[in-house]
């Protein structure tokens, strides 16, 4: 057994915290959320040319051909930093999708331009809020075109193409829309993190392309290896927060010594480590599956993701409240973390949603 | 990044399984092995000395010691999938950890060779059962506070003081103590560090009898013991040196061991609970409790695996080797709670006591979402707000809980008499509490 990354990972890892430590201080996100553009464009440039999107792409379709582990450091680094990038729509929703149910005609077709950041993607399967995500949906696909209406769709506004989950016959499947069409009516929607905005996809008989593997099955087989890379972005985020909070209490004096040392504080970061440590084990092994057993990763998936959900919304509230009185106010960062957790806490299904679908599967029949 | 036996791993895995088959009966289905010293009475103490033994002569025993004092200089995974195999198997419980895992390490590295060659090989083979004498009622959390004196006497020292908290001090033959030397040096420098006979005249040993009845722990009274000269582990005044390597290999040692239900086995009754005719996993406020207990299971075993990984590589573990402790307890005490009132929600549903059938969620505590990495502060406020509808729920009435009160009573009761014993008198050794 060997329960860590190996040093070339480690090292990507170091070369890509160095690079957004310098290209992407929390004030980027700050600046998306204040100002009128979608997502950081710069930003966005620069991680497509440094190759961070072909990551897991194999090389025969335009990728790096590093593998699940790699680009899951990436999701570490780029939630540590907040990034403002529709990065997780592409890469771990569309990119994803189309390598889990593209024929190999089809990912040679779109993988390429996603892979070098030329095109964004995005996933579109939320309909009635509340309901299971592939299960009694009113989007349909009828003689190759697409109708129905999507909700709360990741980075909706500026994707190029979305990945939607629909209903064919009586049949789940995954279709792709281009979504620069006039039967496509994008409405971007208000939300608590605009430097992750999202938006309602409207399709009028857009034209689109089922892909090869559809199904229940590959629909939440798609999920899980998001909710794994989700993962690994919420981990980073909670442990910036936690960094940050750390860093503030140990400077901030009252009565005359530095607030992490009276014992309320200490025990209040014990337990944020403690949810840290435990939600970091369980994504290192969420990302095990992803790469080398997906048998596992029906379980791994989903315990990796309840676990970092709930620790980065900890992480941020905890951080509000250790800061004190400028905790609330706009001009400290602590907003921004919280906004982040609580959209990557629902942007694939609440915890409770994961929890419910965890237990279904431990407890459940073999096919559940 | 790999979490499957590598091949080596497997091959050992399997060795391992083939001997224990050959040589131990497979536990029933459901049934667990007795926890690590619980209810250590005579006959519970030689046939863990005898299957010791047997481990031994296979080869089987203190895995990561090094060839030269009998082990296979084996990296920790090795411990981890012996237990592992062990584990399945209906073995007596083990009586050796505390020496093999913690003070035989620290004799490999302070000890004279001697000491190596006297203590080491009757250690690894269950001659000699060890415990260790370190915390004092006034010197826990600050050890190195300790009073307990050893004043030299020609080749001997003489010892004087009060130890607790001591595992398995009546039944072991030796004990590893620290002692003050030096009473005006800086107080982690006056500390020595003896090997004490548990036989010598001048011990007693005092029974502390827990909340359950039994009594695994001691208090330990030195009267004008003598220790010789030799038995001196380290420089005089040099022993919290010693102490520390205790105590690292103690913090690795511990956090997997932990008596109590397991995930699975919660599984298992939420499985076949019925409540209404349906299994309780089918209750969403029953799942999410479940997904909760799953995900601080999951996060502690893997969080051990990363611990193990270091180790493995030389790596001295930080600060996460502390998670297994502040996490492990509390985890397995909620979900034994769970469990019991569990059973008791599904018993008042089967009498028609609650209001709309399956809604488990009106019977369960309050407080039954807790979140990952919240401890003591959320748990506090669940007491307070848990305090008032606990006892009502029939508890008062010794009803739906794994342990009934009468029993309880008849425990605590058998218990009663508090018996002081004498290592001289060690063949009453029967009349441990709970030893029955």
Known sequence: MNFDFSEDQKLLQKTAREYLEKHCPVATARAVLEGGEPFARRLWAEIGELGWLATAVPTSFGGAGFGALELC???????????????????????????????????????????????????????????????????????????????????????????????????????????????????????????????????????C????????????????????????????????????????????????????SFQAIKHRFADLFVGLELARSNAYYAAWALAEAPEELRFAAPNARIAASEVFELASTEMIQLHGGVGFTWEYDCHLFYRRAKALGLVLGSPRFWKDLLVRRLAGPADS | MDFRDTPEEAAFRAEARAWLEKNARALRPG???????????????????????????????????????????????????????????????????????????????????EQKKRYLPPMLRGEEIWCQLFSEPGAGSDLAALRTSAVRDGDHWVLNGQ????????????????????????????????????????????????MNGEANFNEVFFTDVRVPDSNRVGEVNGGWKAALTTLMNERAALGSGFAGPTFEDLLELCRTTLVDGRPAWEDASVRVRLADFYVRWKGLQYTNYRLLTALSRGTTPGPEASIGKLVAARLRQEMASFAADLQEAARRASRGRVAGGRNLAAVLPRGSRTPVGRGHRRDSAQHHRGAGARPSRGNSRGQGHPLPAATARARLNAAGERPRYRADARQKLDKVPGAR
């Not at chain 1, 579109?124 to 949906?137: I, S």
Request: net charge neutral; glycine share 8%; proline share 6%.
């Open chain 1, 73 to 207: 450091l990436l999701a570490y680094e780029l939630g540590r930093a907040l990034a403002p990038v529709p990065f997780s729509s592409t890469a771990y929703l569309a990119i994803e999708a189309l390598l889990v149910a593209g024929s190999e005609e089809q990912k040679a077709r779109f993988l390429p331009e996603l892979a070098t950041g030329t095109k964004i993607g995005t996933l579109a399967f939320v309909e009635t809020p509340g309901r299971t995500p592939f299960r009694n949906l009113e989007t349909r696909v009828e003689h190759g075109r697409l109708h129905g209406k999507k909700l709360v769709v990741p980075d909706a506004v500026a994707a190029d193409l979305a990945v939607v989950v629909a209903r064919e016959g009586d049949r789940t499947v995954l279709a792709v829309a281009e979504l620069a069409s006039d039967r496509v009516r994008r409405v971007p929607l208000a939300s608590i993190d605009p430097s992750r905005p999202v938006g309602s996809l409207e399709f009028r008989g857009a034209s």
């Open chain 1, 209 to 260: 392309e089922v892909l090869a593997e559809s199904g229940e099955d590959v629909v939440a087989h798609v999920f899980d290896r998001a909710a794994a890379l989700f993962a690994f972005e919420q981990l980073g985020g909670a442990e910036r927060a936690f960094a940050s909070t750390r860093e503030y209490c140990l400077e901030r004096y009252a009565f005359g010594r530095p607030v992490a």
């Open chain 2, 31 to 113: 049934a667990r092995r007795a926890a690590t010293q619980s209810r250590a009475d005579a006959d519970t103490v030689r046939r863990a000395k005898e299957w010791q033994a047997r481990k031994a002569a296979a080869g089987w025993a203190c895995l990561t010691w090094p060839r030269e004092y009998g082990g296979r200089s084996l990296p920790p995974i090795y411990s981890v999938i012996w237990n592992q195999e062990e584990s399945r198997f209906d073995t007596p419980p083990n009586l050796f950890a505390i020496g093999q895992g913690m003070l035989g390490p620290t004799i490999m590295a302070h000890g004279t060779e």
């Open chain 2, 163 to 210: 130890k607790t908290w001591t595992s398995g001090a009546h039944y072991s033959k030796w004990g590893m103590i620290l002692t003050r030397t030096d009473p005006d040096a800086p107080k982690h420098e006056g500390i020595t560090y003896f090997i004490v006979d548990m036989e010598s005249p001048g011990i007693e040993i005092r029974p502390i009898r827990q």
